[in-house]
C-alpha cells in the first residue's frame, strides 16, 4: 500500500510506468527500506535495481529474488510489486532471524517489465540476461519520443549514490512470486500455484500509411483512409488467429491514429499485436500469418509490419517445482500446478540460471486493471514459500 502511492490513480489503481518520475520516487523509497535494514544497494546500466543481503561467502553466485515495480498505465497495486515486496520481506524475515545463509540472496526489481511505455517489455531482465542488447533497447522511443536512453540517464543520474554493479554476474537461481493475473488458484481454492511453465509471445507493431484529405469534399476515390484500412487489418486478423479452443490470445491494445482530427482523413495508423500460445509450432504458424493478412487487407494504403518479439513457450526445471512442492506442503498450503499465461522477467532468468515461479491468487483473476486486488492471508503465503525457498537455496553449495 506504501508503495502504491507512487503513481496513484484515483480509482485506487497506480500508473507508474518504466523509467518515469513515480518510479524514480518508488526506487528511492525502496532503497530506503533496504538500507534500513542493513542491505547494500546497487543498480547497473539497465536501471535493474539490487539490494544485497550478504552471505556467509560472498563469493558464490548469488540467489536472486523479486520482480519489477513499473505498472501499466491503468495497472494495480500487486503486479510484480508483491514480488519485489516479498522479496525484500523474505530477506528482512532472515535477518531478524538472526541467520547468514551460505550465499547471498539478492532483491531485484528489473527495469521496464510492462513494456506499455516502451515496447517490447521485460528489458532489464532481458539485458541481464544476455537476451537483449543495450543499444538495441536504448534507440526505443515512447509515444511522446522520448527515448529509453534518455530516460535511462534520467533515472541513473537521480541515483548518484547509488553503486554501478556490472552485468556479468550469473546467479546461482531466480525465484519470482506474483499474482496469479487469472481466475484459475481462486477457482480451484488453492493459496499458490507453483508455476510450470510461461506460454509464448509474438509481438508485432503495424504502420499503416494514408493520406491527409478534406473530410467534406474527398469522394470515395480521393480517399486513402489509413484508419479504414487498419479497421480492415484488424478485422481480417481476428477471423483469422480465432479459434473454438479458445487457447489463442490475441489482443490489438494500442492504436494511434494521426493526425487525429476529426476532419482529416486520417494519414497514419500505428498498432499493436499481442498473440499468445502455448504451443511453439501453433505459435510459429499464427505468427507468420500475420504479415501476409496485413498485406492482403490493407485496401489502397501501405503497410508495414515489423516483429518486435518472437518468445517461445518454456518450462521451469522439475528439480525446483518439487522443491516448491514440497515446501507448500510442509508449510500446509493447499497449492497445485499452474501455467503462466503472463509474462515475466523469469522468462529471461530461465536461460542463464534455475528459475521458478510461485503465484498467489488474485480476487476474480483481474489484472491490468485498477481493481487488481490480493487478500493479505494469500499474500503472506506466497511469501512464506518464497522465504523457504530462497533460504534453503542459498544453503546450497
Ligand atoms: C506482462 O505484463 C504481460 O503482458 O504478460
Ligand atoms: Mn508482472
Ligand atoms: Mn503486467
Known amino acids: 500500500m506504501a508503495l502504491a502511492k507512487f503513481g496513484a490513480l484515483p480509482k485506487g489503481g497506480v500508473n507508474r510506468q518504466a523509467l518515469s518520475n513515480e518510479e524514480i520516487q518508488a526506487r528511492a523509497e525502496i532503497v530506503h527500506w533496504g538500507r534500513s535494514i542493513g542491505l547494500e544497494a546497487s543498480s547497473d546500466v539497465a536501471a535493474n535495481l539490487f539490494l544485497r543481503y550478504k552471505g556467509v561467502d560472498s563469493n558464490l553466485a548469488p540467489i536472486l529474488i523479486g520482480s519489477h515495480i513499473d505498472t501499466q498505465p491503468t495497472g494495480g497495486k500487486f503486479d510484480g510489486a508483491f514480488g519485489v515486496l516479498a522479496a525484500l520481506e523474505t ?140 479497421v480492415s487489418i484488424i478485422s481480417a486478423l481476428q477471423e483469422a488467429i480465432w479459434d473454438r479452443e479458445d487457447i489463442v490470445r ?74 516448491l512442492r514440497s515446501i507448500a506442503t510442509a508449510l500446509e498450503i493447499p497449492h497445485m500446478e499452474i501455467s503462466s499465461g503472463a509474462g515475466h522477467d523469469a522468462r529471461y532468468l530461465h536461460y542463464v540460471c534455475p528459475t521458478a515461479m510461485i503465484f498467489i491468487p488474485c480476487k476474480d483473476g483481474i489484472s491490468h486493471n485498477e481493481a487488481e486486488s490480493a487478500a493479505p492471508d494469500d499474500v503472506a503465503a506466497g511469501t512464506r514459500v518464497l522465504a523457504e525457498a530462497a533460504f534453503s537455496i542459498a544453503n546450497t553449495e
Not at 545463509?101 to 511505455?117: D, H, K, Q, T, Y
Not at 554493479?165 to 537461481?173: D, E, N, V, Y
Not at 476532419?263 to 498498432?271: K, L, M, W, Y
Not at 507468420?288 to 517461445?312: G, S, Y
Open 250 to 323: 490475441f489482443t490489438v491494445g494500442m492504436l494511434t491514429v494521426s493526425p487525429n482530427a476529426p476532419s482529416v482523413v486520417p494519414a497514419r495508423v500505428i498498432f499493436s499485436t499481442d498473440l499468445r500460445h502455448p504451443d511453439a509450432e501453433r505459435l510459429r504458424v499464427l505468427g507468420d500469418q500475420i504479415v501476409p493478412i496485413c498485406k492482403q487487407a490493407a485496401l489502397n494504403c501501405d503497410v508495414t509490419v515489423t516483429e518486435l518479439l518472437h518468445d517461445p513457450p518454456l518450462e521451469f526445471p522439475q528439480a525446483l517445482r518439487r522443491h
Open 91 to 230: 530477506v528482512e524475515a532472515i535477518i531478524s532471524s538472526g541467520m547468514r545463509p551460505l550465499r547471498s540472496i539478492e532483491v531485484v526489481a528489473w527495469m521496464n517489465e510492462e513494456g506499455s511505455r516502451f515496447a517490447p517489455g521485460m528489458m532489464g531482465s532481458g539485458i541481464y540476461s544476455g537476451a537483449r542488447k543495450l543499444e538495441d533497447i536504448l534507440r526505443i522511443r515512447d509515444k511522446a519520443e522520448v527515448s529509453v536512453e534518455t530516460e535511462l540517464k534520467k533515472v541513473l543520474s537521480a541515483e548518484p549514490l547509488l553503486p554501478q554493479r556490472p552485468l556479468a554476474q550469473k546467479p546461482a537461481g531466480f525465484i519470482e512470486a506474483h499474482i496469479e493475473q487469472g481466475p484459475i488458484l481462486q477457482d480451484e481454492r488453492k493459496t499458490i500455484g507453483i508455476v510450470s511453465g510461461i506460454q509464448g509471445k509474438r509481438t508485432f507493431r503495424v504502420q499503416v500509411d494514408g493520406e491527409e484529405n478534406h473530410a467534406g469534399t474527398s469522394p470515395r476515390r480521393a480517399r486513402r483512409d489509413a484508419l479504414v484500412s487498419a
